[in-house]
């Protein structure tokens, strides 16, 4: 227990709260969202803006091209063929994905408290899914790398999205806000998501990278392919067809212990690439770093989203990736590496009595 | 972007469509009608969204609009109770965004809130959206890390942080 907790012990606040709450007083109104919904609809489906304009040109340019006896070739501003002819790179088939490796800290750092299991489910996750990297270079690090991606499941609703009007041909809507991690959604005229970009960058740069980016329709899953980036951005991670997520484990601070710090750390097997998992929730700056070991192990990737938060990402066995996240005053990649070289792979039994993960587990299988 | 890996979600209320399965022989469930679904979940969601606005006007407004998207989607929706519970939180975490500076600005309505709570009101309102989110979905709702990262679409890592340097700065409001 630390000082601050005995100022506001969390049972208190969880009362605070609790009464504060039973003080709302709540209006239920179910006629005003029914009436809302089928006589005011609101504007959630958004207009299809690129379509009207594609067809007024094909119906101009046949009508032009009946009268002159001529082919109508009609030109498109981004190619929408179902085979690209560009195939994105595959999964390495040597790959392996792992259901049974399970995170222990030999040595738990006090200030990170108690660790507690966790599992990370994989569910909307399983489907074909293309990632790729950009970024500036900067002399020792990636600047403010800009995840693509298209078949990655998002919880993002278009509805909730500013809305960027037509870029490149197709809606596009941002999220996020000015200093933290920002994505931009664009969807196919049915509203579907096609492709999403995220990173710590300012809308125009990514609606710059947006405008480089050709995305390929198909029947099955979307890809794509990208162009001429702005000057500045180059491709770090070339499209490539991600690993099919499986479900993991992994071991974080409880929320309850009064710690002076946190700690997480999580098995990751569902992408290709360490920077991927390093820049995911926003990545600064992204800086390699020597951790020993041999082949895939010898790097790891980190970066410091805050002054007080390390996430660092490396691999402990081939096909095995991990991610450490820490936050504490004062920390430092030293430390996070440190911390990581404290942790191995063990079984679940082993796991289980460490962390008394046996209800954990239990969820896992009755959900599986 | 939402991460590859999504979390397990238990013990949440998940407004299960209960569907009328003919080939069992037991009497199935009758399938939940849009106003129980509505009946059940608005109270919970008003509350909740009034402690993580600071307004309860502003919370009626994202709660209504959420219930919105969720009748609009009804037919389509197998279980609609994450939806609402998602579909809530991004319209706070929007109105949080367009509201922060005017509420700076302006004085609370009289009776948004209880006059009692006004402290814990102003010292959730220094919390950004995340940090604030997280610590009524942990100490009021009893989520875990895992069931509130998966409502703020974010890595379980990522809610222990929130969760402790918010209650530092409640501590520090607060006392």
């Keep these: 227990m630390n000082d601050l907790a005995d100022q506001l012990p969390e049972g208190r606040l969880s009362n605070l709260l609790r009464e504060a709450a039973e003080r709302v007083g709540v209006r239920p109104d179910i006629g005003a969202v029914v009436d809302e919904t089928t006589v005011y609809p609101r504007l959630i489906e958004r207009p299809n803006v690129h379509r009207v304009p594609s067809i007024v040109f094909l119906a101009t340019a046949s009508a032009a091209a009946l009268a002159v006896g001529l082919a109508v070739v009609v030109p498109t501003v981004r190619d929408r063929s179902v085979d690209p002819g560009v195939q994105p790179a595959e999964v390495d088939p040597t790959y392996r994905n792992h259901t049974d490796v399970y995170p222990l800290l030999t040595d738990t750092p006090a200030w990170a408290g108690d660790l507690t299991a966790n599992v990370l489910r994989a569910s909307g996750a399983t489907q074909r899914r293309l990632l790729a990297l950009v970024a500036r270079r900067g002399q020792d690090s990636l600047k403010a790398p800009i995840i693509i991606s298209s078949g990655e499941p998002t919880t993002l609703d278009v509805a909730d999205g500013e809305s960027l009007g037509d870029v490149a041909g197709y809606p596009a809507f941002l999220f996020g806000d000015a200093g933290a991690l920002r994505t931009v959604l664009v969807t196919d005229a049915d509203g579907a998501v096609l492709l999403a970009l995220s990173g710590l960058a300012e809308p125009d740069v990514l609606v710059a990278v947006l405008e480089a980016v050709t995305v390929h329709e198909s029947d099955s899953a979307p890809t794509f392919t990208i162009g001429e980036l702005p000057a500045g951005l180059d491709v770090v991670v070339e499209p490539t067809v991600q690993p099919r997520a499986v479900d993991s484990f992994g071991i974080a601070t409880s929320a309850d212990a009064t710690a002076d710090g946190t700690l997480a750390i999580e098995v990751v097997t569902d992408l290709s690439d360490l920077r991927f998992y390093s820049s995911r929730d926003g990545a600064p700056d992204l800086r390699s770093i020597f951790i020993g070991g041999t082949g895939e192990q010898l790097t790891a990737w980190y970066t410091m989203p805050t002054a007080d938060s390390v996430v660092l990402a490396w691999k402990l066995d081939p096909g095995i990736a991990l991610v450490l996240t820490a936050t504490r005053d004062g920390i430092t990649p030293s430390e996070a590496i440190r911390i990581a070289s404290d942790v191995v792979l063990t079984d679940q039994a082993t796991w289980s009595d460490a962390y008394d993960a046996a209800a954990i587990i239990a969820a896992t299988e009755a959900s599986d | ?133 997280a610590v009524v979905l942990r100490y009021y709702h009893q989520l875990t890390e895992v069931e509130i990262a998966e409502l703020l679409h974010c890595r379980p890592g990522s809610v222990g942080p929130w969760i402790q340097r918010g209650l530092r700065r409640l501590r520090k409001e607060l006392t």
């Excluded at chain 2, 399965?21 to 969204?49: K, N």
């Excluded at chain 2, 319209?91 to 004085?107: M, W």
């Design chain 2, 1 to 133: 972007m939402k991460s590859a890996l999504s979390c397990v979600v238990k013990g949440m209320s998940m407004g299960v469509r209960r569907v009328v399965d003919q080939s069992v022989g037991v009497p199935p469930l009758p399938p939940e009608s849009f106003a129980e679904f509505y009946q059940r979940e608005c109270p919970r969601q008003v509350r909740r969204a009034t402690l993580i606005l600071g307004s309860a006007e502003a919370a009626h407004d994202a709660v209504h609009d959420a219930f919105v998207a969720v009748f609009r989607r009804w037919d389509d929706l197998s279980v609609a109770g994450p939806y609402l519970e998602r579909a809530v939180l991004n319209r706070c975490r929007d109105v949080g965004r367009r509201g922060l500076v005017a509420r700076r600005k302006t004085p609370r309505p009289a009776a948004d809130v209880a006059e009692i709570d006004t402290p814990l009101y102003d010292a959730l309102a220094t919390l950004p959206f995340s940090q604030r989110a």
